[in-house]
């Protein structure tokens, strides 16, 4: 598998992501769930949207990961 094939899968996984964003965001916002629950969602969306940041992050370091010139980001280099 190439880098830019990866990067094209981290792309599907992100939109995988944005749909479940989605999913959960339509979900909190109806009546009917105890608090509980909504902060339970609350805490999930935290967490999905930091996958979802990171996921995007890696596609474009994988796409761009051979290009001249490319400043690379700290956060993901040793």
Not at 49 to 72: H, P, Q, W
Request: proline share 0%.
């Amino acid at each position: 598998m190439t880098m830019k094939q990866l990067s094209a899968e981290y792309r599907n996984s992100a939109q995988l992501l944005r749909r479940r964003i989605g999913e959960l965001t339509v979900l909190i916002s109806e009546e009917g769930l105890s608090g509980t629950e909504k902060a339970l969602i609350k805490s999930r969306l935290v967490i999905l949207n930091s996958m979802l940041t990171d996921t995007l992050a890696i596609a474009v370091l994988t796409k761009r990961y051979y290009e001249r010139g490319y400043r690379r980001s700290v956060r993901f280099t040793i």
